[in-house]
């Protein structure tokens, strides 16, 4: 019901206001970052009410962060604190929703960066109270794999998973803890096609993962971690209320994809990119398709009925309606407002988190960049 909420009360905050990729291309320290100023308040270039006399207001979005180096995977700690990491800098970050100084709490040794590659998604074990396990993935000098470490501890990480292939693109790189607990992670075809209709092969796949790294009981095939194939690079996970995934993913020339995952599935790449035959259903078309100069997405989150999903090069906040596992006009908000975006995720209090990606090498890098934005939540 929070998350409802929350959803409803972005768009009516985007209303009221202005609103390839190139992807498809231990010691804490402060780190000097500006106040939380409030951020102008963008233009939207649409917006729908979804109950009568209109949403819940929201408040005006709020800069937490800024001069960041490429802030890639972000996910929250249970006081509510976001830890982000740096792609380019292997660094974890610890940011508060107030603002003020991000704290790098973490780095990541044994991060290889270069193209795409560097440390990538971050998640938050649903037993950290517990058991304090914080996972990543990044590239090493050979190959993508998956980690877990301690904040408050001086031991390497612990491999997860590993031998996922590396390249200069299409390393994939977004992990989240689905409903079930199982660790999830979206993984590229790393320039090899071939690869993602190969069962054996870990890339250009879904993967579905206990949190020690086996591959997770009930999988569609017994002993393999792999839960989806036929992807090209999947960079955005999320799950609505009743529990259905949906996976975002690059397209290479002309349509980028989001689909509905259900285990065994075959999405249809480098055979069909977009909706196209699927070879008397082997293949699974996608839900919703864009342009890929108008989406190139990345980081995907799912507050109450809307799906939102970040855009590089098309530079805005796509927002998809829900009903029922089935998509609405998707509406484009904060358009060329921020410049590229990489991550979207909806906080425990159910605020909105968005991460810039300027200077990643294909944005044009305006005052502040990288920066972390939030759209606070008002009761």
């Known amino acids: 019901m929070r998350k409802t909420v929350v959803a409803l009360a972005l768009l009516a905050t985007l209303t009221a206001c202005s609103g ?3 992807d498809g291309d231990g010691g804490e320290d402060t780190l000097p970052t500006q106040p939380a100023p409030t951020v102008p308040t963008p233009t939207a270039s649409g917006g729908a009410s979804s109950t009568p006399g209109g949403p819940p207001d929201l408040g005006a979005p709020q800069q937490v962060a800024s001069g960041l180096d490429v802030p890639w995977g972000m996910a929250f700690l249970p006081d509510g604190d976001a830890l982000v990491a740096e792609r380019d800098t292997g660094r974890i970050l610890q940011v508060s929703p107030g603002g003020g100084q991000a704290r790098r709490v973490y780095e990541v040794p044994g991060v290889d960066v270069g193209g795409e590659g560097g440390l990538l998604g971050l998640a938050v074990s649903p037993d950290y109270a517990q058991d304090r396990w914080v996972y990543a993935y990044h590239t090493s000098n050979s190959d993508n794999r998956i980690v877990r470490f301690r904040l408050d501890g001086n031991a390497r990480p612990e491999v997860v998973f590993d031998g996922i292939r590396k390249a200069g693109n299409h ?7 689905g409903p079930d607990g199982m660790l999830y992670a979206g993984t590229g075809d790393a320039a090899n096609t071939a690869s993602s209709q190969d069962p054996d092969s870990p890339n250009g796949k879904i993967l579905r993962l206990t949190p020690e790294g086996d591959p997770a009981p009930g999988n569609p ?3 393999s971690p792999v839960y989806t194939m036929g992807h090209r690079n999947v960079q955005g996970l999320a799950w609505d209320s009743a ?3 949906y996976a975002t993913e690059f397209g290479q020339n002309r349509l980028d994809e989001v689909n509905r995952i259900e285990p065994g599935k075959n999405y249809g ?3 069909v990119e977009g909706e196209g035959d699927t070879r008397d259903g082997r293949y699974t078309n996608p839900i919703v398709t864009w342009s890929t100069d108008d989406a190139s997405p990345s980081g995907a989150t799912i507050a109450g009925d809307t799906l939102y999903v970040a855009a590089l090069r098309g530079e ?6 829900l009903n029922d596992g089935r998509p ?3 509406r484009a908000e904060l358009r060329d407002r921020y410049g590229r975006l990489r991550t979207v995720e909806v906080a425990p209090d159910g605020a909105l988190w968005l991460a810039t990606s300027n200077r990643d ?3 044009d890098v305006r005052d502040g960049d990288d920066r972390v934005l939030r759209h606070p939540a008002r009761p």
């Open 20 to 22: 390839d990729d190139g």
């Open 171 to 177: 390393n994939g790189g977004r992990i989240k803890f």
């Open 221 to 223: 095939r017994a002993g």
């Open 243 to 245: 529990g259905r995934m």
């Open 269 to 271: 790449w480098p055979d």
């Open 316 to 321: 805005r906040l796509w927002t998809v309606p």
């Open 328 to 330: 609405g006009e998707p």
């Open 361 to 363: 090498g294909r944005g």
